[in-house]
């Protein structure tokens, strides 16, 4: 596609339950990163893929969050038993050599309540 | 120690006036920098990249302190639209590029 795509862009969800993020990179970017931001602060990085493989998830806060990219394009961020610190924006960015810079989706605002 | 550091601001300055930001980072090994924009409740987006050069681009101007460990931007001429956040970002290859975010310096330019 033209730009990253993520969805949805805002979910709202009960302490407790499981939720899934999709990014949608740019077309031929081999490089996805997934990143959570606060209020106040700078992009914290969670996990980085080149192809299908996980190269580095040494941001992964615990075991309640995994990503996967199976066919190297759209990849999934799985947060289970969603507490209410979960709550901020995810952002996905892609990049195709990583040299060049990273490209950003709009995000998804998660609020678990 | 965070491996990237930024003054938070907020920096206020007038229309027409010149701001420059700095951001640190700890790793020696680092071999890319970056800065990027942010504006209220939106996706950051790529200001420039920074070379071990200094570059340029129209009213900003870029430069890298290797010695010193140390990024800065420079925005001439400032205009009521340049007021956003402006990340810093470094990454480093310890087998792979992990871009590495400041949290961010905060510009306001009032007229």
């Known amino acids: 596609g033209a730009g990253v795509s993520q969805t949805p862009s805002n979910k709202v969800t009960e302490k407790g339950k499981y939720v899934e993020l999709r990014c949608d990179p740019i077309s031929g970017h081999t490089a996805l990163y997934w990143y959570r931001q606060s209020l106040g602060q700078g992009p914290e990085f969670l996990i980085y893929f080149q192809g299908t493989g996980a190269a580095d998830d040494s941001g992964l806060p615990n075991d309640r969050f995994f990503a996967v990219r199976p066919e190297g394009s759209v990849s999934t961020l799985k947060i289970q038993r969603t507490e209410r610190g979960d709550s901020a924006v995810y952002l996905c960015a892609s990049s195709l050599t990583g040299e060049e810079g990273y490209t950003f989706g709009s995000g998804t605002r998660l609020t678990v309540v | 120690r965070k491996e990237v550091e930024q003054d938070p601001g907020p920096f206020n300055v007038p229309e027409g006036a010149t701001v420059a930001f700095n951001c640190t980072y700890s790793n020696s090994a680092s071999q890319s920098f970056f800065w990027y924009r942010q504006d209220c409740r939106k996706e950051p987006k790529l200001l420039m990249s920074v070379y071990s050069s200094g570059n340029e681009d129209g009213r900003f101007t870029a430069q890298l302190n290797r010695a010193s460990q140390y990024i800065s931007l420079l925005i001439r001429d400032s205009k009521l639209s340049d007021s956003a956040t402006y990340l810093c970002?470094?990454?480093?290859?310890?087998?792979?590029?992990?871009?590495?975010f400041g949290r961010g310096t905060i510009l306001i330019v009032h007229p």
């Open positions: 970002v470094v990454n480093w290859s310890g087998g792979s590029y992990i871009p590495t």
